[in-house]
């Protein structure tokens, strides 16, 4: 049997992981994720996200307003093109992928997946120069440059390894659930895990050693990811966007097709 110290190098467990049960994740007592998902390229057959962050650099070495408009231009590519994957991995790109950018900021400020402020004054300068024809500064470019580049920085380990699963324990309850997102039907199935070993911590259980035969787990619920639902939903992608930056460092191999596809795969980080 697995002690507490060892759960806790794998394990996110309430009262021992700083920053875990708070807010959305407060009645959770444990979790683990047992799945992730990445993209092997983010643009198909076109332009990646960083691609447009070099051309919006060259923009600005041209100098001048012509230099400056155009980097603007650049860098709202790098950056919607970036949010649009994001969507997609996330299950919410049927809900909200056409949703107008104000709208997808907000719904990646509730989640927590990164400070969205510095992104949303960029998309307002975007706009000025675009539609209302106004031009911009060639220092402020820069800035709006640099403010692309970190956003890059900050999403690209969301690109590498999206979390989409989990085995979690909330509280008053002793059972073992599994959460995870079904891409195609843009919904969070829930389970509950029947085939595993426990231990017991301040009268709840954590479980290990969890079985992912579908024949070990009975299907609970199935939640829609929708507009008109988003309380039902949001917690759960709290939980895989947490899990996903608390997990930036166990990065997966590259994956040399670089033909865009989605690869999911199973983790193994709850055997014991």
Known sequence: MPTIDILKEKYCIAGLSPGFAQGKRSILRYAIENSYIYCTAVNQGGPQPYDY???????????????????????KRAVHLTIKK???????????GKENFPTQINILELLNAFPTRMIDTLNKN????????????????????DITEMFLMLAYPYLSHAVNGAFVGVENDNRCFEWTINLREHSIMTYEIVKSEYFEKEGYRIHYNISTKDEDKHHLNKIEIKKSNCDEWINYLD??????????????????????LFVAKQGDAHWF
């Open 126 to 145: 975007r706009n000025t120069v675009e539609h209302e024809y106004q031009c911009i500064d060639i220092n402020k470019a820069k800035d709006f440059v």
């Open 239 to 260: 939980l895989f966007i947490y899990l996903t930056k608390r997990n930036t460092t166990k990065l997966p191999e590259p994956d040399s097709r670089g033909d865009g």
């Open 86 to 96: 994001l969507f997609e991995l996330f299950g919410l790109n049927e809900a909200y």
């Open 53 to 75: 962050l070099e051309y919006a650099k060259n923009n600005i070495m041209t100098g001048g307003t012509q230099g400056a408009i155009d980097s603007i231009s650049n860098t």
